[in-house]
C-alpha cells in the first residue's frame, strides 16, 4: 500500500463490518479495487436512471476490499429518499487481522459469512439507543434468482416520536466472492409496499446494480 493511500486511511463501516477506507473528494487515492468491484462505485447505476431519479450522491467510498456510492433519489411519491449500493470480497488474512484490532469487531474471512451477516442485518436495526421505542415491527423476504446467493429483504421500522412506519428494502447478492448489498429507504407517510411491490419498485435499479 502506498504511503498517500495510508494517509487517506480512515475505519468506516462496509455491510455489517468494520474495514478502512481511502476518502478522498476527487477521487480514490492510489487504491485499486479486488477484481469484480467497480473502480468507480457511482456509476453502477446508469446516468440514464439517475437522472429519471432526480439523484444527487450523498456519499461514496473506495478501498482494496469495497466500494459503494449512496444518492438522496425522488423514489414512489417521495423525495429525499436514501438509495445506497456498497459491493465487498473478503479481506485477506492479514488485513482482516489489522481490522479487527482497530475495531473489536470479527472480520469475516469468506463471501459466504459476509453473506449471511449483510442479510441478517438486514433484518435489524443497526443501534438503538436504551431506552428508545424505535423497532422493527415487521419483515418480508423473497427470492430475486440473483446470483449464487440472494435475498430481497422488506423492513417495516417504528422511529419513536414518528407516526406511520418506514419501510427499508435491502437487495443482498452473493456472486462468488464479491457480496453486493442495495439498499433503499423510504420514509413514512407513503402507501406502504409489499414485498412484491418493492421488487417491483426497484426492477430498474436493480437491473443495474445486478444485471
Known amino acids: ?112 459469512t459476509m453473506y449471511e451477516d449483510e442479510v441478517e442485518s438486514a433484518g435489524e436495526l443497526a443501534a438503538v439507543v436504551e431506552g428508545s421505542t424505535t423497532e422493527i415491527v415487521g419483515t418480508e423476504e423473497a427470492d430475486l434468482g440473483l446470483g449464487d446467493e440472494n435475498v430481497l429483504v422488506l423492513a417495516d421500522i417504528a422511529y419513536e416520536y414518528e407516526s406511520g412506519t418506514t419501510q427499508r428494502v435491502s437487495v443482498v447478492v452473493r456472486e462468488g466472492d464479491v457480496v453486493s448489498s442495495l439498499r433503499v429507504t423510504l420514509p413514512s407517510g407513503g402507501d406502504d409496499l409489499d414485498a412484491a411491490g418493492a421488487e417491483e419498485l426497484l426492477t430498474d435499479v436493480i437491473a443495474d446494480v445486478f444485471g
Open 1 to 112: 500500500m502506498t504511503v498517500t493511500a495510508l494517509a487517506t486511511l480512515v475505519v468506516a463501516g462496509s455491510l455489517t463490518w468494520t474495514v478502512l477506507y481511502a476518502l478522498s473528494p476527487f477521487g480514490p487515492s492510489g487504491v485499486s479495487p479486488a477484481r469484480g468491484l467497480p473502480a468507480d462505485p457511482c456509476t453502477v447505476v446508469s446516468e440514464e436512471l439517475r437522472d429519471d431519479l432526480d439523484a444527487e450522491v450523498s456519499s461514496w467510498s473506495v478501498s482494496n476490499y469495497s466500494s459503494g456510492c449512496g444518492w438522496n433519489v425522488s423514489m414512489h411519491g417521495q423525495d429525499e429518499v436514501s438509495l445506497r449500493v456498497f459491493h465487498s470480497v473478503p479481506m485477506s488474512e492479514a488485513d482482516a487481522e489489522l481490522a479487527e484490532e482497530l475495531s473489536d469487531e470479527d472480520v469475516p474471512r469468506d463471501a459466504e
